[in-house]
């Protein structure tokens, strides 16, 4: 006699309940699932790093025709961070997004300019050590390196400082 749809489905989980329940039925582990995510505070996250996605650091980028004045400037598909502070929030931002340890793993990428040449010729191999086995959730040792080099010297800042003006036209075009 031919099985009906119905009974079909009640064997099939019936099947399904007692592989569940029964570890010895399972065979071993499979391969592990696409690299990419991460779980994270009980929901799974986009771990993959993306250049373009999180932006460059060249904080001695020259203001011209291409590249307009301003700590933050988009230029084409890139995000250019010409301001050391505004690049470490956008660290803060990316290790909520994407954990402390893709952020480590992968931030050097980003570095242009006088920062790859910190980078790749200033930095002392302790401190790079230190810096690819940062441990802490707000990557203290990017961080605080970065700021160190790169922030302007109280002079310097204070200077630009009284240099600035701002004329009405500026406020009308929303500088």
């Known amino acids: 006699m031919p099985l009906t749809a119905e009974d079909l489905d009640a064997i099939a989980d019936l099947v399904a309940r007692r ?17 990419g995510h991460a779980e994270h505070g009980g929901a799974m996250i986009d771990t993959r790093w993306r ?21 933050l400037i988009t230029v084409g598909h890139d995000t250019i961070y010409r301001n050391v502070d505004a690049f470490i929030k956008r660290i803060k931002d990316a290790i909520a997004l994407k954990g402390h340890e893709v952020v480590r793993d992968n931030l050097h990428m980003c570095l242009r300019g006088h920062a790859s040449r910190w980078w790749t010729f200033e930095l002392s191999d ?22 160190t080099r790169f922030r302007p010297r109280l002079a310097q800042a204070t200077h630009e400082n009284n240099a600035l003006t701002f004329r009405i036209s500026d406020v009308r075009s929303g500088k």
């Open 126 to 147: 302790l401190d790079k050590a230190a810096i690819r086995t940062d441990v802490s959730p707000d990557l203290v040792q990017w961080t605080g390196r970065l700021l």
């Open 19 to 35: 592989i569940a329940n029964n570890p010895n039925i399972r065979g071993p582990a499979g391969p592990p699932g696409p690299p």
């Open 51 to 71: 250049i373009e996605e999180f932006g460059l650091f060249e904080p001695d980028l020259q203001v011209d025709d291409r590249h307009p004045s301003g700590d």
